[in-house]
């Protein structure tokens, strides 16, 4: 069955928690607020499989199997542009998009064959899915699938670097395996966050100063532009503390 679908560029899904890859978020340490997205795949459920293949594996306090995916993300609240949306509703860093928006609206951590759904908009969003449009997906098959095989790829190179953050978060950061047993007990599924500063200690990245330099007055404007709401409070308080670790590690004190 042939899926038709065109971007109307209404930037509509140009908002909230947007995943990166690796080389995306670094290259936009300067621009986006940048956490780790842990999103846990229970076993027996959608893509298990998949996230087995690029990320860890690990028992829940429920005693259940969990597979988790774990990349880089813009963090942002839902109600929130992409800080790279420009006023006409174009994105304002044509030339160096992330893959993760020229893929779109396919999504890497599901299999290929279940990608159908996603070419169904959201309400309010204006995507083009007519017969006029393009067909984008054939037989559960991607059909232009240059930038679909791209970020996989992207996503298969850092899985190695993923793991090694696992290992380290669940030695130092134990409460990480509470927050993951709770988000997949949820019927549709959670995720969590963690720091980039806590990636960049783990990974001893030579570049960790200047990258903390670039987030710092990332995360303290988002601190700002979240305080005093309510509903954002826990984005206040991790744009709070995580500026406050972009701090430290800005003049070396992380290690």
Same mark, same amino acid.
């Given at each position: ?15 909230? =928690?947007? /995943? *990166?890859?690796?080389?995306?978020? *670094? $290259? ?5 607020? +940048?956490?780790? +997205?842990?999103? /846990?795949? /229970? ?8 996230? @087995? ?12 199997? !969990?597979? =988790? ?6 963090? &942002? ?9 420009? !006023? ?14 020229? #893929? ?6 599901? @299999? @290929?064959?279940?990608?159908?759904? &996603? %070419?169904? /908009? ?10 006029? !449009? ?11 699938r240059g930038d679909f095989d791209a970020e996989r790829a992207a996503i298969g190179r850092q899985a190695p670097a993923m793991r090694a953050y696992a290992a380290y978060v669940f030695k130092y950061m134990p409460w990480?395996?509470? !927050?993951? #047993? ?9 995720? =969590? ?6 990636? +960049? #200690? ?5 570049d960790a100063t200047e990258l903390a330099r670039l987030q710092h007055p990332v995360m303290t404007d988002h601190a700002a532009r979240t305080a005093g709401d309510p509903a954002l409070a826990e984005h206040h308080r991790?744009? #709070?503390?995580? $500026?406050? @670790?972009?701090?430290? %590690? ?6």
């Open positions: 069955m042939d899926r038709h679908f065109h971007c109307t560029a209404c930037g509509k899904c140009c908002h909230g =928690v947007l /995943p *990166l890859t690796l080389d995306d978020a *670094l $290259a936009h340490a300067g621009r986006f607020p +940048l956490a780790m +997205l842990w999103m /846990p795949v /229970p076993k027996g459920r959608r893509a298990f499989e998949l996230a @087995e293949r690029w990320g860890v594996t690990v028992r829940l306090k429920d005693r259940r199997t !969990a597979a =988790v995916h774990i990349t880089p993300a813009a963090y &942002l609240p839902p109600a929130f542009a992409c800080p790279a949306l420009a !006023a006409d509703g174009l994105c304002g860093v044509q030339d160096g998009k992330p893959l993760r928006c020229r #893929t779109m609206p396919f999504y890497p951590f599901r @299999e @290929e064959r279940d990608q159908a759904d &996603l %070419l169904v /908009p959201r309400a309010g969003w204006l995507c083009d899915v007519s017969a006029a !449009a393009p067909v984008v997906y054939r037989d559960r098959t991607v059909v232009d990480i395996l509470d !927050a993951l #047993t709770s988000a997949a007990a949820k019927p549709a599924g959670a995720n =969590v966050f963690t720091s980039l500063s806590s990636f +960049l #200690t783990a990974s001893r990245r030579p991790h744009y #709070t503390g995580w $500026a406050r @670790e972009m701090g430290h %590690l800005a003049v070396g004190a992380g290690g």
